[in-house]
């Protein structure tokens, strides 16, 4: 059975730093995109950034040069490291793997499984 468990949520301050985790289980995380998405209350769920299966990331305007994806291959598990998060950052964050992706996307469509979330309050 395919599980993603995301962890390391949290209040942080603005211009701090926090790491999320996404840990996968009953399968190999490098054989799918793995994507980040978050969803604030009252908005969409949008796509915050995407590795794919060969490694290479993209990510939507407003977090490019703040956060930064990666995996470990080992640990089977893919990180999403936010620096200098701003208030507008907080929301509940998820992680998705999508097998049927060769590269990589920031629509929620092609994502097949989903973890549960962790939360990520922006606040000093």
């Known amino acids: 059975q395919l599980q993603l468990v995301e962890s390391g949520g949290g209040l942080v301050q603005p211009g701090g730093s926090l790491r999320l985790s996404c840990a996968a289980s009953?399968?190999?995380?490098?054989?799918?995109?793995i994507g980040w998405f978050r969803q604030a209350p009252g908005k969409e769920r949008e796509g915050v950034s995407c590795i794919s299966r060969s490694g290479w990331t993209i990510y939507r305007d407003s977090v490019k040069g703040r956060f930064t994806t990666s995996r470990d291959n080992a640990k089977n598990t893919v990180y999403l490291q936010m620096n200098s998060p701003k208030a507008e950052d907080a929301a509940i964050y998820h992680c998705?793997?999508?097998?049927?992706?060769?590269?990589?996307?920031?629509?929620?469509?092609?994502?097949?499984?989903w973890g549960q979330g962790t939360q990520v309050t922006v606040s000093s």
């Open positions: 009953g399968f190999t995380l490098d054989h799918y995109a």
């Open positions: 998705a793997a999508a097998l049927k992706v060769t590269g990589c996307t920031l629509t929620t469509t092609p994502y097949d499984s």
